[in-house]
């Protein structure tokens, strides 16, 4: 469609690489979640001309898509850190954070029970720390490539210096086992 109207073309596509390709035109801004309407937001930022210095904050921009949408979406953030811009992303699906260049990991619980840093670093020195709920559920996923929700390869692909299970990588600590504990 509008191949005729380039520009809208290329919103359209904009719109599409953030996920948002099932959204219909027209539709009310109401209707959409929260992560829908982040995304719209950051379709309309990189429709502009980026300055390469720009802080991008994203609160859990993953709510309500399909993994494959989560790729599409983990492609675009790291076009605009490729830019020269930082992105900072509140998240919880593990797609995402295996893909981080750096994490802080606040806990050890929610609410009045959380807070406190309890590791930070890549997602591979998270791994190590024993008293990080995400650095246990991040070792299988380091592991292997594959999150445990979706059971199959998701997410952008892993940049330099991250762990690919299939090529090796650093030693997991002995005491853990290969996996976390199932919850």
Do not use: C, M
């Not at 790729?71 to 893909?99: A, C, F, M, P, Y």
């Not at 609410?111 to 930070?120: C, I, N, P, R």
């Not at 990080?132 to 892993?158: C, D, E, I, M, N």
């Amino acid at each position: 469609f509008f191949a005729n109207v380039p520009a809208l073309k290329e919103k359209l596509a904009t719109l599409s690489d953030v996920g948002l390709g099932y959204i219909a035109l027209g539709q009310a801004a109401t209707t959409l979640s929260g992560g829908e309407a982040q995304r719209v937001k950051l379709a309309k930022e990189l429709s502009r001309r980026s300055t390469g210095r720009t802080l991008y904050i994203l609160d859990e921009p993953t709510t309500g898509l399909h993994f494959a949408d989560i790729q599409q979406l983990l492609h675009v953030l790291n076009r605009l850190v490729d830019l020269g811009n930082s992105v900072l992303v509140i998240e919880h699906n593990l797609d995402v954070i295996k893909t981080a260049d750096y994490i802080i990991d606040l806990g050890p619980e929610g609410g009045d029970a959380g807070g406190q840093v309890v590791a930070s670093g890549t997602p591979e020195e998270v791994a190590h720390v024993r008293e990080s709920f995400t650095g246990q559920f991040l070792v299988p996923v380091l592991k292997t490539g594959h999150s445990r929700h979706t059971g199959a390869h998701a997410g952008a692909p892993l940049r330099e210096g991250q762990f690919d299970g299939r090529r090796g990588g650093p030693a997991w600590p002995p005491d853990w086992g290969s996996t976390p504990a199932k919850i």
